[in-house]
């Protein structure tokens, strides 16, 4: 073995150092404080950083998360609308409203196209602004059906969100339109009673914040549902007999002024609000005013004999005259003296202006504000019209009034007054909510006498057994009442062949509960009837809601002795 060592020269191999009695001395890299101290304050900066972001997005939300919010939250609920019975008229359902971020749509044009194959009514340049704007928020389409939902679901477009909101259904649709009335796209009453229970309160409830979304107590409404069917049945079954243009009715508690039926024709279906402001689908009843022609006769032959100055066997001469260069005269004159209710029930024109006359004009517009006739109706409903009436009543004026010219009102609030005249004399104010006897009592005013009310219901139950109203007269029911025929008014003059016809029936006269009245606009003869005036048309219409309401009103039919007999019998 070779030993290495021997190789190297002496002089070349490692010399041992002296120690010297001292340890070696160990040497350490420099600590470069600078740089760690650099590295340090990068990473706390950005902790930082990181850090105060959080708490900014904890404590400032994102404008859009108030929607997101609001979509889970929901919108606050409207109270029930439910007519005397608890049948529901109005009631909310859940829907889901499409809106989008804009900000979070990737790309404009593919979600334009997509959500038009769902959705096709929308406008596409408008839908395709929406979506490629910078808004953080659009809404899209309000009130989308469960089908459409699913359907944009399935597309799965980022940014397209849904908000669940309250939508606003009528179960019955038209049967009660013009009395529940409508809300907009925000579910806020616009129209009828919806508005006026947001008036009453609940719009306030909901400014300052105190509604929610727990379920509220059903607003009543005075409408028997049933009646309102029948009504709103026969009304259309006129319009379509009579060929007319439009009709309406109403019934009303002559005790308590409930309005337990009104309806006009054409309606709409509050479930599209929209059609109400069709000008054709105007109420009539409430919100319309008309000539009513000669059921002012009702008005007339009371005021007459409240006054004193007449009494019921009084007799007028009712040949025809002039006045202020116009001639008064009979429709179908009987060419001899009337008596009072001979007057009533071959509805004399001449007569009427006579006892108008006799009355004087201060005395004659004094009686007729007596009665509400002359001034805006006050109930809930929020569509009533204001009454017209000459600026300045001269002797004209007050005769022609006196058989139907010469005063524009509403069919509800003629029906009002004639409530009064045949309950015993009390004026009782409409209401479209439940309302007792001793409620009604609290707040009735007497505007004629009980004599004068006796004396005017055996007068409607003479025309009604005999005269015009024969044909509203159902057997077992005693309808008594009175028709009118007014000649509409077309380029300032009066028409012949077109008319606003109307019959006011009270049941039973004996004792009058309810007073039914039907008016029919522009009717045409029917088959064999000999001419289109009232008693051929609207009466007939009132008969017949009688007929088939009356089970509904608790009216018992009454036969007299012979009807007694034959149900003991039985």
């Known amino acids: 073995m070779i030993d ?27 600590r470069n404080k600078a740089r760690f101290a650099i590295a340090t304050a990068l990473f706390c900066s950005v902790y930082l950083v990181i850090g105060g972001r959080l708490v900014m997005w904890g404590a400032v939300s994102d404008p859009n998360d108030t929607y997101r919010a609001a979509s889970g939250a929901g919108p606050i609920t409207r109270p029930d609308l439910v007519d005397r019975n608890g049948e529901v008229l109005a009631t909310d359902i859940k829907t889901a409203s499409l809106f989008a971020e804009p900000k979070r749509i990737v790309d404009a044009d593919e979600a334009t196209e997509s959500l038009l194959t769902v959705l096709p009514d929308l406008n596409p340049k408008v839908l395709h602004a929406r979506l490629s704007s910078k808004a953080g928020f659009a809404w899209l389409k309000r009130e989308l059906t469960p089908r459409q939902q699913q359907e944009i679901l399935a597309l799965g477009i980022p940014g397209i969100g849904f ?3 309250k939508r606003r259904f009528y179960p019955g649709g038209p049967t009660a339109s013009h009395i529940v009335g409508a809300v907009n796209v925000d579910n806020q009453g616009i129209a009828g ?33 049933r009646v309102q069917h029948v009504l709103r049945d026969e009304l259309m079954a006129g319009l379509g007999r009579y060929q007319a243009i439009a009709a309406g009715g109403v019934v009303i508690n002559v005790e308590t002024g409930e309005v337990v039926a009104m309806a006009s024709v054409p309606d709409y ?7 109400a402001l069709k000008k054709d689908n105007l109420n009539r009843m409430s919100a319309g005013t008309f000539e009513m022609g000669s059921t002012f006769k009702i008005f007339t032959t009371a005021m007459a004999l409240d006054s004193g100055k007449v009494k019921v066997t009084d007799i007028f001469d009712t040949r025809p005259f002039r006045v202020a260069g116009f001639t008064i005269k009979e ?61 300045v009543w001269k002797k004209i004026n007050s005769m022609t009034i006196a058989f139907g010219h010469g005063v524009s009102t509403t069919p509800l609030q003629t029906v009002v007054a004639a409530a009064a005249i045949a309950n015993g004399g009390w004026y009782i104010p409409p209401t479209f909510l439940p309302r007792t006897k001793e409620e009604a009592d609290a707040l009735k005013t ?51 062949d077109k008319r606003f016809n109307a019959y006011i029936g009270a049941f039973p006269i004996e004792k009058p509960r309810y007073v039914v009245a039907v008016v029919i606009d522009e ?48």
């Not at 914040?209 to 059903?218: Q, V, W």
């Not at 008693?535 to 008969?543: L, T």
């Open 446 to 496: 007497r505007v004629v006498s009980q004599q004068t009310s006796d004396e005017m219901r055996g007068i409607f139950r003479l025309n009604g057994e005999q005269g015009s109203g024969k044909r509203a007269n159902v057997p077992g029911y005693h309808v008594g009442g009175k028709t009118g025929t007014a000649e509409k008014v077309e380029n300032g003059r009066y028409s012949k």
């Open 163 to 165: 908000r669940t909101e």
């Open 269 to 275: 279906d509050p479930n599209t609000p929209g059609d």
């Open 4 to 30: 290495l060592r021997k190789l190297v020269p002496a002089r070349a191999r490692p010399q041992a150092a002296p120690t010297l009695g001292l340890k070696p001395r160990r040497v350490e890299a420099p």
């Open 331 to 391: 429709f179908h004159g009987k060419g001899r003296p009337l008596s009072v209710p001979e007057i009533f029930e071959y509805s004399s024109n001449v007569g009427s202006a006579r006892e108008a006359d006799l009355i004087g004009i201060d005395g004659h517009k004094e009686f007729l504000t007596r009665l509400g006739l002359l001034s805006r109706m006050k109930t809930e409903l929020p569509e009533v019209a204001t009454p017209t009436q000459p600026k």
């Open 193 to 225: 009673m919806e508005k006026y229970v947001d008036d009453s309160g609940f719009r306030d409830l909901q400014t300052s914040g105190f509604a929610s979304n727990d379920a509220m107590e059903p607003v009543k409404l005075s409408i028997d549902l």
């Open 523 to 570: 009717p045409k003869r029917f088959e064999k009837d000999p001419n289109a005036t009232a008693g051929f048309n609207a009466g007939v219409m009132v008969g017949n809601v009688v007929r088939r309401a009356a089970t509904f009103l608790n009216v018992a039919p009454d036969f007299g002795e012979t009807g007694k007999q034959l149900l003991v019998s039985y």
